[in-house]
């Protein structure tokens, strides 16, 4: 029988690329450049699967490629605000993405930027390189204890609770959380987490917000001028979500007025975009998305990616089907 043809649109971990070789007719983008719409639409018409990233734009428009050989897509990563699921479930296509396999890795990435951010160990750091340490001194760079704080987190699912997990057991912590579909009982068993009837019940008593909710229509700007007028101004912000669930003016301009005390970033609104004005505040860390970026998850998403795929070209239904 011969190999189902895919496209790759982004450069995985080599152990994952040759077992894509080994199982499929693979195209890789040797480029590793985002690919163009026109470019996403070709791969639509002459393959099979079309295995996206977060980079790539899946939208109505590119689904709507009317000579698409393409029956699934299959993309690399948890989030899928990049697909057009809607346009492509009325397109009869199958789109899985990659749960699990990069909740833990996520989770430690929000915990390091909390603690970047609370012991400021960003600005420590260029302290440090820019060799401007006169030495020790007892006010030197004091930054905001975090054991015993309380953590408020927007989303409770899978990566919201590894954190949770991590705060409670870590450092101590209290937890507070607001979903609208949030989880039983039993996911909730030793967090130390009291659900809240809203985000702004959230916002009030957190030292500490996180943000695990999906990116999106629903969420989009869910944290803007409101919000941060809400949070304590001894608060700080940390988003590993999406950087559109974020007003990245609004922050700003909380930032800068004394609103909030700090933020972590791993994502922005425009990515790879970065406000100019966040660049110039100490108060913040910015990091480059690195939410799942460790090499033993970066393997584990490619293997997922292709275990949903074998199973689609077996006749079976992937374990992630989203639509
Ligand atoms: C991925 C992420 O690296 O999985 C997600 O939703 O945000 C990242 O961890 C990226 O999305 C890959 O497509």
């Known amino acids: 029988m011969s190999k189902a043809k895919i496209v790759v649109t ?7 690329e040759a077992r894509l070789h080994d199982r499929f007719d693979t195209v890789l983008n040797e480029a590793d450049e985002p690919m163009s719409n026109e470019q996403l639409r070709a791969a639509l018409r002459e393959a099979d699967a079309l295995l996206p990233t977060v980079t790539d734009r ?11 050989r393409a029956r699934i897509i299959a993309s690399y990563g948890v989030g899928f605000n990049h697909i057009d699921l809607a346009a492509a479930e009325a397109a009869g296509l199958t789109v899985t993405n990659t749960p699990d ?9 929000a915990i390091t930027l909390l603690l970047m951010v609370a012991r400021r160990t960003g600005e420590g750091e260029r302290h ?8 020790w001194r007892p006010t030197h760079m004091m930054g905001t204890s975090v054991t015993g704080k309380t953590l408020g987190l927007i989303g409770m699912g899978r990566i919201a609770r590894a954190v949770a997990q991590r705060a409670a057991h870590g450092f101590g912590m209290r937890i507070v959380f607001h979903d609208p579909f949030p989880p039983d009982a039993a996911q909730l068993e030793g967090l130390n987490a009291t659900a809240c009837k809203s985000p702004e019940a959230v916002f009030e008593q957190a030292d500490f917000v996180s943000l695990h909710c999906p990116g999106g229509k629903q969420t989009y700007h869910l944290i803007g001028a409101a919000a941060f007028a809400a949070m304590r101004p001894d608060a700080f912000l940390i988003n590993t979500a999406r950087g559109d669930v974020v007003d ?10 004394g609103e909030i005390a700090g933020a972590g970033l791993d994502v922005f609104e425009h990515e790879p975009r970065v406000s100019p004005e966040l660049l110039g505040l100490e108060n913040v860390v910015l990091l480059p998305h690195l939410g799942s970026a460790s090499r033993e998850t970066r393997v584990a998403m490619g293997m997922r990616v292709l275990e949903n795929l074998e199973a689609f070209f077996a006749g079976d239904v992937p374990r992630d089907k989203l639509v």
């Open 10 to 16: 982004r450069r995985w971990p080599d152990e994952v």
């Open 58 to 68: 899946v939208d109505a428009a590119v689904l709507s490629e009317p000579d698409r």
């Open 101 to 109: 396999v990069l909740t833990d890795c996520t989770a430690d990435l």
């Open 128 to 135: 440090v390189r820019a060799q401007a340490w006169s030495g």
């Open 248 to 257: 990245e003016q609004a922050l700003i301009e909380a930032l800068e007025k």
